[in-house]
């Protein structure tokens, strides 16, 4: 079984500034990890995706995140915050070799103030 | 190539009416499924189907039907509509490499 916590469901930041959403996962078996962004009153789309590759992930919009295993976190940073990236953010977990079925976290809303 | 499609939009329904929520990919995706999303609770799989004529149920599957017509299209429906039912559906689609492609989403409130 495979669960994903996000710290926060709630993080505001002004524009400029480091952006940092945290997401800390559980699975049994090593894990495939996913961050999702979703713009209001739209679907989700994929911002990156961790398979066992690079531990460094990089994303669109300039995101990134990094896998670490000894602390089970995959959490997402962008350097500088735009007006653009205020969305609600979602942290996905999948176990490797099982069905293509993730599990979500509860997101977390990103606001970004001027 | 659109994408992911879901009709209706938006809905309105009377506890204990029926009604069928459509989804259709032009990806030739093999695996597709049906999720609700409720403030605070992220997304919760109602059913998924890993190909065509196979469906299975995930999360919180009461309440709820589907079917899959073909490969393209995926239908959720829900028998005698309740107000615990509120909340906003996501079709989504992936032709199994990890990425999930999702629909706009169909705005459902039981009164």
């Known amino acids: 079984a495979q669960s994903v916590t996000q710290l926060g469901s709630h993080v505001s930041v002004s524009e400029g500034a480091l952006v940092l959403l945290r997401c800390n996962y559980s699975s049994s078996v090593p894990p495939y990890l996913f961050w999702y962004v979703q713009y209001p009153n739209q679907g989700l789309q994929l911002l990156l995706k961790y398979t066992s590759a690079a531990t460094l992930v990089k994303g669109i919009n300039g995101f990134e995140a990094e896998f670490k295993k000894s602390e089970t976190s995959f959490h997402l940073t962008k350097p500088s915050a735009h007006m653009s990236d205020a969305a609600e953010y979602f942290c996905a977990v999948r176990a490797s070799g099982g069905s293509y079925i993730p599990t979500f976290g509860r997101g977390t809303s990103l606001i970004v103030h001027p | 190539n659109a994408g992911v499609t879901q009709t209706p939009k938006f809905q309105v329904l009377k506890t204990g009416q029926s009604m069928t929520l459509q989804c259709a990919q032009d990806?030739?995706?093999?695996?597709m499924y049906w999720y609700r999303q409720d403030p605070g609770m992220g997304l919760r799989l109602i059913y998924y189907s890993a190909s065509e004529g196979t469906t299975d149920k995930g999360e919180v599957p009461n309440g709820y039907n589907v079917s899959r017509l073909n490969k393209r299209e995926f239908s959720l429906r829900l028998e005698s509509a309740a107000p615990s039912q509120t909340s906003v559906y996501f079709c989504?689609?992936?032709?199994?490499?990890?990425?999930?492609?999702f629909g706009p989403g169909t705005r459902l409130t039981v009164l």
């Open positions: 990806m030739n995706h093999n695996s």
């Open positions: 989504a689609s992936t032709p199994n490499t990890d990425t999930q492609y």
